[in-house]
């Protein structure tokens, strides 16, 4: 598996479109992290770790509305492992005209492209969700 995030995400759209509860993937710090800041923006309900023989497996409980609507429409990968995309913190992009949320791997973390503005961190930017 060359493109982690990637797949992380293509698992997300797919277990949204299927309107799965869980999803479960191969574990990694980055991804832990890029969990934590879809779960702090409210894309999904929880996440957990869980330990095994090898890397651990990544749990994301998926959050759907009352009207069993998709919180999550789609979401996009835009650094990859033969491209990287870094932008200084006032080139961080918007997304979906606000609605959306860029993820970016900052010195600090990863953090959103809102709080990287407002700390004046730039980064790689990982992707976006919407």
Do not use: C
Not at 8 to 35: G, Q
Not at 40 to 59: C, H, M, T, W
């Amino acid at each position: 598996m060359s493109d982690m995030i990637a797949n992380m995400f293509s698992a997300i759209v797919n277990a949204n479109h299927k309107f799965k509860e869980t999803v479960d993937i191969p574990a990694s710090k980055l991804k832990a992290e890029v969990a934590r800041v879809l779960k702090e923006e409210g894309y999904i309900a929880n996440f957990r770790v869980a330990p095994d023989k090898r890397q651990g497996s990544l749990r994301l409980t998926m959050k759907y509305t009352q009207q069993k609507e998709r919180v999550i429409q789609g979401a996009k990968r835009v650094s990859s492992p033969g491209l990287r995309i870094y932008r200084k913190w006032d080139e961080l992009p918007i997304v979906q005209n606000g609605l959306g949320t860029a993820l970016v791997s900052t010195s600090k973390g990863v953090l959103t492209g809102q709080k990287a503005k407002e700390k004046k961190l730039g980064g790689e930017v990982l992707g976006f969700i919407w």
